[in-house]
């Protein structure tokens, strides 16, 4: 287990935002996305022109249904953060626990921000680096491994319904330890 003193322990909400960064804007262009194609929906409706209709809703339900789909992924992510966060803490930097969040940017994200609160944020960017994996890596590998991974039970798993783990320290009271 770590003993040496923590890095300022940021705010839980910010963590939050700190890890599904890039979901965070995913979601304000889905919501806005969103209303535009509800507004064309409606002046098709108004129209009474059934392409356009069908045309409109399609694209209005494809953005609404990502919307969800993005909460319940950053959610998926900050559970991926509290475990790393455990499991680097217990056992320093370890390349089992950054391979086991090498798979999608989000997941390392989620494994960086977590080894960055602990103050081994240089070891893990420097490890996947070493991996080879890179910063417009966004899809995640095993999208190109498996072309029919939406039929996987473990892709909405791991993806949209990651149980919620309940940390094992309190970060900041052991930050406020070794700060006496």
Same mark, same amino acid.
């Given at each position: 287990?770590?003993?040496?003193?923590?890095?300022?322990?940021?705010?839980?909400?910010?963590?939050?935002?700190?890890?599904?960064?890039? /979901?965070?804007?995913?979601?304000?262009?889905?919501?806005?996305?969103?209303?535009?194609? +509800?507004?064309?929906?409606?002046?098709?409706?108004?129209?009474?022109?059934?392409?356009?209709?069908?045309?409109?809703?399609?694209?209005?339900?494809?953005?609404?249904?990502?919307?969800? /789909?993005?909460?319940? %992924?950053?959610?998926?992510?900050?559970?991926? *953060?509290?475990?790393?966060?455990?499991?680097?803490?217990?056992? +320093?930097?370890?390349?089992?626990?950054?391979?086991?969040?090498? +798979?999608?940017?989000?997941?390392?994200?989620?494994?960086?921000?977590?080894?960055?609160?602990?103050?081994?944020?240089?070891?893990?960017?420097? *490890?996947?680096?070493?991996?080879?994996?890179?910063?417009?890596?966004?899809?995640? *590998?095993?999208?190109?491994?498996?072309? /029919?991974?939406?039929?996987?039970?473990?892709?909405?798993?791991?993806?949209?319904?990651?149980?919620?783990?309940?940390?094992?320290? %309190?970060?900041?009271?052991?930050?406020?330890?070794?700060?006496?």
């Amino acid at each position: 287990m770590n003993i040496t003193p923590l890095p300022t322990q940021p705010n839980t909400i910010v963590s939050y935002f700190n890890v599904g960064r890039l /979901l965070h804007y995913s979601l304000i262009l889905f919501i806005l996305e969103a209303w535009i194609y +509800g507004v064309q929906l409606i002046k098709s409706i108004e129209k009474e022109s059934t392409f356009w209709i069908v045309f409109w809703i399609s694209f209005f339900l494809f953005a609404f249904l990502h919307i969800f /789909l993005v909460i319940m %992924d950053g959610w998926s992510r900050f559970q991926n *953060y509290k475990r790393a966060k455990d499991q680097f803490y217990m056992h +320093g930097f370890n390349r089992r626990i950054a391979n086991t969040y090498i +798979g999608s940017k989000c997941q390392r994200n989620a494994a960086i921000v977590a080894a960055k609160e602990l103050g081994l944020e240089k070891e893990i960017i420097e *490890y996947y680096k070493d991996m080879n994996v890179k910063w417009y890596h966004f899809v995640p *590998y095993f999208m190109v491994k498996d072309p /029919l991974f939406m039929f996987r039970k473990k892709f909405w798993s791991r993806t949209f319904l990651e149980k919620n783990y309940q940390p094992k320290f %309190d970060y900041k009271k052991i930050q406020l330890e070794f700060s006496r």
